[in-house]
């Protein structure tokens, strides 16, 4: 015994050494699954799924947190819906769409939570509060799968798998079955015992884990049984992925890896503490590339792999899915029979079938109400006319939107055109009105103003018996539903009958209990029978079922009547639940027929039938270059044709083409159809145009289409041989070197990538006859020079001449040169390497002109030498030619190009540069923009400016003619001369406002022209102009300035100017910034000047216009202090608003108003030491420097570290010539300050080097 159990412990010890080896999963040496790391899942119960790199986790206590692959939380699923239990022992998850969905075993349901938040969205399954009937509730289900719109649940307790809609719609039970006399059916291997897990690959197979035998089944898409895989230890769960299946098997603690046909294909993980080493095989997981994810409950991890991939099944070709049903909404309504108008209303009979109820957009929006009737049925024709039955007057009646009787029509009886118990009423396409009678036993037509035709005829009339329903199909055939033989008779559009179907099928059984009503939509027979309704196709045949007892989505209690509600969506009226239920069928089309594939030139034209199904919305089409796989998809396409375009030539491409829905799912894929695209072959050249010379033919045509182009070919032929004479991709060719006055034919053809060519246009061309010069100059342009902007002809040129060589010879190293006599001090030149023979190129002409030209008087015809050379044989050759250039003096202009009266406006010109310094040394307190232009404005009024139109080509004249040399004074002239036009005027102010450094802009309306300048100020949010004074522009307040009143007080300048820009702001207004024209057309150079004008003093400007300084400065003031004023409103103790106003007017020139403003922020906050400071800088402009020296000392004291307040009182004490006190000062600034000595190096050097 010990010897035994030594063997056994050195095998223990053997296997947990070698525990990491088994865990990888090895074959050969290699890895199959890679572990990567184990994330901690503390109180972990069971890994229930993953998605997207999100796992889903079981925690001991019922709850499911989902976590990211990093083991971080990323959201918790909400156990409880006030005081209702949603999940108490969840046992797996599916993820679809946007939807999660986790199926519970102890409340019996499965649960729906939004996959973007994890809020509840609602619950289904369970038959807790009669929510669904207890036939078809879930039993501690413990596997749920999703596939193309159903919910596939492994109802464990009850043995079995139901199936729901997306949201709960209780669809059926799989009928599982297995082939006839198969030992899977002679020994029910095949049912199930205990099916705990359920997965489906992308063909629809069913997989099915049963814990009772412990075996994992695999059925087909309709439940037949197909076999099962091989059996192991102890299968705990199973995955189906895109690859393969997953097993976790708990005897061997490993997970297996099989194909899709069951083999084995490898495993990995093994029993153990160490990493990748299970304790407990709690959950299994696999995430899209081969992500494997293995729950340990015992260890509290979830250990994560990236196992070898395997061959994944292919998604083409497939079948059409199982039809799905899916809740829309609840109407709250509890009527009987419903009609839909086929656009947005219902109309629904009451209760208590006195009225109609009309039903817009999922409420009850009005009622129509009738006099002293049952209505029994209503129906809706084409037109939107409403009919019903009424029961109590035995009548038919045509009714309005509004409930208006149009027509009535039948009597009490039971002979032709009467009714007994009239039950339903139906029109046709055509306008004929069917009315079933129940206790007639009959089906009457009537016109449709109510004329009787006749009675239903034909075998199936005689069998009538309690006609209850009827409904029209697309093709016109009628449906009736008899409640007695509980059975749907059909009949054609022509009224023979097709047959009965719906009672006992081939085993006996009734497939119709009690049925209630139909509809006959999209090539289905849906029957409302006793809480299901069950779809047949139009010859009979059962196709499915759905709907059970209860009061969930989709679950019905007594139910009255159905109604098509467009598209796929229907309506039930549920009596017993008291509400209108909205459902849609998620079809899954069937496979497109007829599918054809025609080769086209590079492409390939598909055309297919096309359906008559209302819910497809597009088709997908898919292609391959292989017809047994490998289809991608290429397009959609919502009618049925697609062109598929830009392929390879003489390539066989197949294809397949499947129906996709309104609600995403898509159907089944066609036959495969296939062709081959031809190759492109170019049409030939239309026609092809001639241009020759003595020794040269240039061919040209319209240039090909650009797709599938190769190129050109020119041939010439001698007797029948085409000999190609060149090759391009350009629509041109030229052949030099020819013979003059000779008769040459070409041949053009159009070459494809494709290699094909097109037939040869033949073109005939004669060269020409020698008689032009070797080098040919021709003028191309040649502008007028205006003097004034000279410069730029340097950089812009003054025109261009074209070469052209006419020989058959290349020119080399062709030299141009342009002189203007007088006005060029050298020619320019302009050089060229070679110019071909036959070969023409341009040439631009550059100017550099002497200041001499300034110097011009009058406009003067100046005569231009243009000379071409080019060498031949060492020899220059040289042609001339001498066209005549208007040279205009420098005071013209043409307003074509405005930016040209730039040159005019010169701001650095001296005599405009001692004007303004003689003006503005007088305001140095001014810093004011606004005052300083208006101080130059009444400036040149008392110099005696004034406003004279040019008498020969006024302003308001020649700036209309594009055409019209205009003339316009320079600044220094308008000096001179003290008067000038409008324009002379605003380009003197501006200079004058720019030597300042002052923005200006040239404003120009029609026939006027004025100016405005900068305030500096910035523009307010709210838009404020002062009532239209300042014109805002780009983020600033301008002044707006009219020129012509010069003479004036500025303020009136003002006014007016505003008045002209608000008045042509939006009609016609432009503006011209001189600085942006500046870099094309310079301010002239001027000569030195000899103008002296005499000093204009502040006394005489004040006398002149006294009040004129002080409005701009109010305005001004008014304007920068808006906002701080504002603030003061607002708050009258805001110290920094007193404070900011009183330094505005302080710099604005208005001392004693900022003394004010300073002196409240004082009285506000006494040791405010900037105010106190600024006081100090108002009596040092004032002079009052021993006031300012008290003021400075208490600021000191006020703030004893501001270094800028030392350096002031410095400079108080320096202005009193107290030299001591003020180098006492200015040590304390820099003390407290080093960079002061750098700041203020004049002041430190005067006072430290005083004694």
Same mark, same amino acid.
């Given at each position: 015994?010990?010897?035994?159990?030594?063997?056994?412990?050195?095998?223990?010890?053997?296997?947990?050494?070698?525990?990491?080896?088994?865990?990888?999963?090895?074959?050969?040496?290699?890895?199959?699954?890679?572990?990567?790391?184990?994330?901690?899942?503390?109180?972990?119960?069971?890994?229930?799924?993953?998605?997207?790199?999100?796992?889903?986790?079981? @925690? *001991?206590?019922?709850?499911?947190?989902?976590?990211?692959?990093?083991?971080?939380?990323?959201?918790?699923?909400?156990?409880?819906?006030?005081?209702?239990?949603?999940?108490?022992?969840?046992?797996?998850?599916?993820?679809?769409?946007?939807?999660?969905?986790?199926?519970?075993?102890?409340?019996?349901?499965?649960?729906?939570?939004?996959?973007?938040?994890?809020?509840?969205?609602?619950?289904?399954?369970?038959?807790?509060?009669?929510?669904?009937?207890?036939?078809?509730?879930?039993?501690?289900?413990?596997?749920?799968?999703?596939?193309?719109?159903?919910?596939?649940?492994?109802?464990?307790?009850?043995?079995?798998?139901?199936?729901?809609?997306?949201?709960?719609?209780?669809?059926?039970?799989?009928?599982?079955?297995?082939?006839?006399?198969?030992?899977?059916?002679?020994?029910?291997?095949?049912?199930?015992?205990?099916?705990?897990?359920?997965?489906?690959?992308?063909?629809?197979?069913?997989?099915?884990?049963?814990?009772?035998?412990?075996?994992?089944?695999?059925?087909?898409?309709?439940?037949?049984?197909?076999?099962?895989?091989?059996?192991?230890?102890?299968?705990?769960?199973?995955?189906?992925?895109?690859?393969?299946?997953?097993?976790?098997?708990?005897?061997?603690?490993?997970?297996?890896?099989?194909?899709?046909?069951?083999?084995?294909?490898?495993?990995?993980?093994?029993?153990?503490?160490?990493?990748?080493?299970?304790?407990?095989?709690?959950?299994?997981?696999?995430?899209?590339? *081969?992500?494997?994810?293995?729950?340990?409950?015992?260890?509290?991890?979830?250990?994560?792999?990236?196992?070898?991939?395997?061959?994944?099944?292919?998604?083409?070709?497939?079948?059409?899915? @199982?039809?799905?049903?899916?809740?829309?909404?609840?109407?709250?309504?509890?009527?009987?029979?419903?009609?839909?108008?086929?656009?947005?209303?219902?109309?629904?009979?009451?209760?208590?079938?006195?009225?109609?109820?009309?039903?817009?957009?999922?409420?009850?929006?009005?009622?129509?109400?009738?006099?002293? #009737?049952?209505?029994?049925?209503?129906?809706?024709?084409?037109?939107?006319?409403?009919?019903?039955?009424?029961?109590?007057?035995?009548?038919?009646?045509?009714?309005?939107?509004?409930?208006?009787?149009?027509?009535?029509?039948?009597?009490?009886?039971?002979?032709?055109?009467?009714?007994?118990?009239?039950?339903?009423?139906?029109?046709?396409?055509?306008?004929?009105?069917?009315?079933?009678?129940?206790?007639?036993?009959?089906?009457?037509?009537?016109?449709?103003?109510?004329?009787?035709?006749?009675?239903?005829?034909?075998?199936?009339?005689?069998?009538?018996?309690?006609?209850?329903?009827?409904?029209?199909?697309?093709?016109?055939?009628?449906?009736?539903?008899?409640?007695?033989?509980?059975?749907?008779?059909?009949?054609?559009?022509?009224?023979?009958?097709?047959?009965?179907?719906?009672?006992?099928?081939?085993?006996?059984?009734?497939?119709?209990?009690?049925?209630?009503?139909?509809?006959?939509?999209?090539?289905?027979?849906?029957?409302?029978?006793?809480?299901?309704?069950?779809?047949?196709?139009?010859?009979?045949?059962?196709? @499915?079922?759905?709907?059970?007892?209860?009061?969930?989505?989709?679950?019905?209690?007594?139910?009255?009547?159905?109604?098509?509600?467009?598209?796929?969506?229907?309506?039930?009226?549920?009596?017993?639940?008291?509400?209108?239920?909205?459902?849609?069928?998620?079809?899954?089309?069937?496979?497109?027929?007829?599918?054809?594939?025609?080769?086209?030139?590079?492409?390939?034209?598909?055309?297919?039938?096309?359906?008559?199904?209302?819910?497809?919305?597009?088709?997908?089409?898919?292609?391959?270059?292989?017809?047994?796989?490998?289809?991608?998809?290429?397009?959609?396409?919502? $009618? $049925?044709?697609?062109?598929?375009?830009?392929?390879?030539?003489?390539?066989?491409?197949?294809?397949?083409?499947?129906?996709?829905?309104?609600?995403?799912?898509?159907?089944?894929?066609?036959?495969?159809?296939?062709?081959?695209?031809?190759?492109?072959?170019?049409?030939?050249?239309?026609?092809?145009?001639?241009?020759?010379?003595?020794?040269?033919?240039?061919?040209?045509?319209?240039?090909?289409?650009?797709?599938?182009?190769?190129?050109? /070919?020119?041939?010439?032929?001698?007797?029948?041989?085409?000999?190609?004479?060149?090759?391009?991709? *350009?629509?041109?060719?030229?052949?030099?070197?020819?013979?003059?006055?000779?008769?040459?034919?070409?041949?053009?053809?159009?070459?494809?990538?494709?290699?094909?060519?097109?037939?040869?246009?033949?073109?005939?061309?004669?060269?020409?006859?020698?008689?032009?010069?070797?080098?040919?100059?021709?003028?191309?342009?040649? /502008?007028?020079?205006?003097?004034?902007?000279?410069?730029?002809?340097? /950089?812009?040129?003054?025109?261009?001449?074209?070469?052209?060589?006419?020989?058959?010879?290349?020119?080399? /190293?062709?030299?141009?040169?342009?002189?203007? @006599?007088?006005?060029?001090?050298?020619?320019?030149?302009?050089?060229?390497?070679?110019?071909?023979?036959?070969?023409?190129?341009?040439?631009?002409?550059?100017?550099?002109?002497?200041?001499?030209?300034?110097?011009?008087?009058?406009?003067?015809?100046?005569?231009?030498?243009?000379?071409?050379?080019?060498?031949?044989?060492?020899?220059?050759?040289?042609?001339?030619?001498?066209?005549?250039?208007?040279?205009?003096?420098?005071?013209?202009?043409?307003?074509?190009?405005?930016?040209?009266?730039?040159?005019?406006?010169?701001?650095?010109?001296?005599?405009?540069?001692?004007?303004?310094?003689?003006?503005?040394?007088?305001?140095?307190?001014?810093?004011?923009?606004?005052?300083?232009?208006?101080?130059?404005?009444?400036?040149?009024?008392?110099?005696?400016?004034?406003?004279?139109?040019?008498?020969?080509?006024?302003?308001?004249?020649?700036?209309?003619?594009?055409?019209?040399?205009?003339?316009?004074?320079?600044?220094?002239?308008?000096?001179?001369?003290?008067?000038?036009?409008?324009?002379?005027?605003?380009?003197?102010?501006?200079?004058?406002?720019?030597?300042?450094?002052?923005?200006?802009?040239?404003?120009?309306?029609?026939?006027?022209?004025?100016?405005?300048?900068?305030?500096?100020?910035?523009?307010?949010?709210?838009?404020?102009?002062?009532?239209?004074?300042?014109?805002?522009?780009?983020?600033?307040?301008?002044?707006?300035?009219?020129?012509?009143?010069?003479?004036?007080?500025?303020?009136?300048?003002?006014?007016?100017?505003?008045?002209?820009?608000?008045?042509?702001?939006?009609?016609?207004?432009? #503006?011209?910034?001189? &600085?942006?024209?500046?870099?094309?057309?310079?301010?002239?150079?001027?000569?030195?000047?000899?103008?002296?004008?005499?000093?204009?003093?502040?006394?005489?400007?004040?006398?002149?216009?006294?009040?004129? &300084?002080?409005?701009?400065?109010?305005?001004?003031? *008014?304007?920068?202090?808006?906002?701080?004023?504002?603030?003061?409103?607002?708050?009258?103790?805001?110290?920094?608003?007193?404070?900011?106003?009183?330094?505005?007017?302080?710099?604005?020139?208005?001392?004693?108003?900022?003394?004010?403003?300073?002196?409240?922020?004082?009285?506000?906050?006494?040791?405010?030491?900037?105010?106190?400071?600024?006081?100090?800088?108002?009596?040092?402009?004032?002079?009052?420097?021993?006031?300012?020296?008290?003021?400075?000392?208490?600021?000191?004291?006020?703030?004893?570290?501001?270094?800028?307040?030392?350096?002031?009182?410095?400079?108080?004490?320096?202005?009193?010539?107290?030299?001591?006190?003020?180098?006492?000062?200015?040590?304390?600034?820099?003390?407290?300050?080093?960079?002061?000595?750098?700041?203020?190096?004049?002041?430190?050097?005067?006072?430290?080097?005083?004694?």
């Amino acid at each position: 015994m010990r010897n035994v159990l030594f063997v056994i412990s050195l095998l223990l010890f053997s296997a947990a050494a070698n525990a990491a080896d088994a865990g990888a999963g090895t074959t050969n040496g290699f890895s199959r699954a890679d572990f990567r790391n184990e994330l901690a899942a503390p109180k972990l119960h069971k890994l229930l799924g993953v998605y997207d790199g999100n796992l889903y986790i079981a @925690r *001991q206590d019922g709850s499911v947190d989902v976590m990211d692959k990093d083991g971080k939380s990323v959201m918790k699923l909400t156990a409880k819906s006030g005081d209702t239990d949603l999940i108490k022992r969840p046992e797996a998850v599916a993820v679809a769409s946007d939807t999660i969905y986790v199926v519970d075993s102890k409340t019996n349901q499965v649960v729906m939570y939004s996959l973007a938040t994890g809020k509840y969205q609602g619950r289904f399954g369970s038959k807790s509060g009669g929510t669904l009937d207890s036939d078809f509730a879930l039993d501690e289900p413990q596997g749920i799968a999703v596939h193309e719109g159903v919910v596939y649940v492994a109802d464990t307790g009850n043995e079995r798998i139901q199936m729901f809609g997306i949201n709960g719609v209780f669809l059926s039970t799989l009928a599982l079955s297995a082939t006839p006399s198969s030992a899977a059916e002679k020994e029910k291997t095949y049912k199930l015992g205990e099916p705990t897990d359920i997965a489906l690959d992308v063909e629809g197979r069913v997989y099915v884990r049963d814990a009772d035998d412990r075996s994992i089944k695999v059925y087909g898409p309709n439940g037949l049984y197909l076999r099962s895989m091989p059996k192991t230890g102890k299968p705990v769960a199973m995955r189906v992925a895109e690859d393969g299946i997953y097993v976790a098997d708990e005897t061997g603690s490993d997970i297996l890896k099989y194909d899709f046909d069951g083999n084995l294909a490898y495993s990995f993980g093994s029993g153990g503490e160490g990493k990748a080493q299970f304790k407990s095989l709690s959950g299994l997981a696999v995430d899209k590339a *081969q992500q494997v994810y293995v729950g340990d409950a015992k260890k509290s991890l979830v250990d994560a792999y990236v196992v070898e991939a395997g061959k994944p099944l292919p998604l083409l070709p497939r079948a059409a899915g @199982r039809t799905s049903v899916k809740w829309l909404e609840s109407i709250p309504a509890e009527v009987e029979q419903l009609a839909w108008d086929g656009k947005e209303t219902l109309y629904a009979i009451s209760k208590d079938k006195k009225s109609l109820l009309v039903i817009r957009k999922g409420v009850v929006a009005s009622e129509i109400k009738l006099d002293n #009737v049952q209505l029994s049925a209503v129906t809706v024709d084409k037109s939107g006319a409403i009919w019903v039955l009424d029961k109590k007057k035995y009548q038919g009646a045509k009714l309005d939107e509004t409930g208006k009787v149009l027509m009535r029509f039948g009597s009490e009886g039971s002979g032709a055109g009467q009714f007994d118990n009239p039950s339903a009423i139906a029109v046709s396409a055509s306008g004929m009105v069917f009315v079933a009678d129940r206790s007639n036993h009959n089906v009457q037509i009537f016109r449709e103003d109510g004329v009787f035709l006749n009675a239903l005829n034909g075998d199936n009339a005689k069998k009538l018996s309690a006609p209850v329903a009827m409904s029209f199909d697309q093709q016109g055939n009628l449906y009736i539903l008899d409640a007695s033989r509980g059975s749907v008779l059909a009949y054609s559009s022509t009224g023979q009958s097709l047959g009965e179907f719906g009672g006992k099928n081939k085993e006996g059984d009734r497939q119709l209990s009690r049925p209630v009503s139909l509809i006959a939509i999209n090539d289905e027979v849906m029957v409302l029978d006793a809480n299901q309704v069950k779809v047949f196709t139009p010859k009979g045949q059962l196709v @499915r079922s759905f709907g059970a007892k209860g009061s969930g989505v989709g679950a019905f209690d007594d139910p009255v009547s159905i109604a098509y509600g467009g598209g796929s969506s229907f309506l039930v009226s549920d009596c017993g639940n008291k509400r209108v239920q909205v459902l849609a069928t998620l079809y899954k089309p069937e496979a497109p027929q007829q599918v054809v594939a025609q080769g086209k030139v590079h492409s390939i034209e598909l055309h297919w039938a096309e359906a008559t199904a209302s819910y497809i919305r597009q088709y997908r089409i898919y292609r391959s270059k292989n017809e047994s796989g490998g289809f991608v998809q290429v397009g959609t396409t919502q $009618n $049925n044709q697609f062109i598929d375009q830009d392929l390879d030539a003489d390539t066989h491409y197949y294809y397949r083409v499947s129906g996709e829905t309104y609600f995403g799912f898509e159907g089944a894929t066609s036959p495969i159809a296939g062709a081959l695209p031809t190759k492109f072959v170019p049409p030939t050249l239309a026609a092809v145009q001639v241009a020759t010379t003595p020794w040269q033919v240039k061919l040209d045509w319209a240039a090909a289409d650009a797709k599938y182009f190769g190129g050109y /070919r020119i041939y010439q032929k001698e007797g029948d041989v085409f000999t190609k004479i060149g090759e391009v991709t *350009q629509p041109e060719f030229i052949k030099d070197a020819l013979t003059p006055e000779t008769k040459y034919t070409y041949y053009v053809s159009t070459f494809s990538t494709d290699g094909t060519e097109s037939e040869k246009f033949p073109v005939e061309a004669t060269t020409q006859v020698f008689n032009r010069p070797p080098l040919e100059i021709e003028v191309v342009q040649l /502008r007028d020079v205006f003097s004034n902007s000279y410069k730029i002809y340097e /950089r812009d040129g003054i025109g261009r001449v074209k070469l052209t060589n006419n020989t058959n010879k290349s020119m080399e /190293r062709v030299k141009v040169t342009f002189q203007l @006599r007088d006005f060029m001090d050298f020619p320019t030149e302009t050089k060229l390497d070679k110019l071909l023979p036959g070969e023409s190129e341009e040439v631009p002409l550059k100017a550099v002109f002497n200041n001499s030209i300034l110097t011009l008087t009058e406009d003067s015809a100046v005569q231009a030498m243009i000379e071409a050379s080019y060498f031949e044989n060492g020899k220059r050759i040289t042609f001339s030619k001498n066209p005549t250039v208007n040279v205009y003096d420098k005071h013209r202009l043409t307003w074509d190009d405005r930016d040209r009266y730039a040159a005019f406006v010169t701001p650095k010109d001296t005599p405009v540069l001692n004007i303004v310094r003689s003006v503005v040394t007088q305001f140095k307190e001014t810093k004011d923009q606004a005052q300083l232009s208006a101080a130059v404005f009444d400036m040149l009024g008392v110099y005696g400016m004034t406003y004279i139109p040019d008498p020969t080509n006024p302003y308001q004249i020649t700036s209309g003619k594009a055409d019209t040399v205009d003339y316009v004074q320079f600044p220094r002239e308008t000096l001179e001369r003290k008067s000038g036009d409008c324009d002379d005027l605003v380009a003197l102010y501006s200079s004058a406002l720019e030597s300042m450094g002052i923005n200006t802009r040239v404003l120009e309306v029609p026939g006027h022209m004025f100016m405005m300048f900068s305030t500096g100020i910035a523009a307010d949010d709210d838009g404020y102009t002062m009532d239209n004074m300042y014109a805002i522009y780009q983020n600033q307040l301008w002044i707006p300035v009219e020129t012509t009143l010069l003479g004036n007080a500025f303020i009136k300048a003002w006014e007016n100017g505003a008045a002209t820009y608000y008045k042509w702001k939006d009609k016609g207004l432009t #503006v011209l910034d001189v &600085h942006t024209s500046w870099e094309t057309y310079k301010p002239a150079s001027l000569p030195a000047s000899n103008l002296k004008q005499g000093d204009i003093t502040r006394a005489e400007i004040e006398k002149r216009f006294p009040a004129d &300084h002080m409005s701009v400065l109010k305005i001004s003031s *008014q304007t920068k202090t808006r906002r701080y004023l504002g603030a003061i409103k607002k708050n009258p103790s805001d110290v920094d608003a007193h404070l900011q106003i009183g330094i505005i007017l302080a710099k604005a020139g208005d001392r004693a108003e900022a003394m004010k403003y300073f002196d409240k922020v004082l009285s506000l906050e006494p040791k405010n030491a900037a105010a106190m400071n600024n006081r100090g800088n108002i009596f040092m402009i004032e002079d009052k420097h021993q006031e300012a020296q008290k003021a400075y000392l208490e600021a000191t004291k006020m703030s004893p570290k501001d270094a800028n307040i030392w350096v002031n009182l410095a400079k108080a004490y320096k202005a009193t010539n107290d030299i001591k006190k003020a180098k006492a000062a200015f040590i304390k600034a820099k003390s407290l300050d080093p960079a002061v000595k750098e700041e203020h190096r004049a002041l430190e050097l005067e006072l430290l080097n005083a004694l």
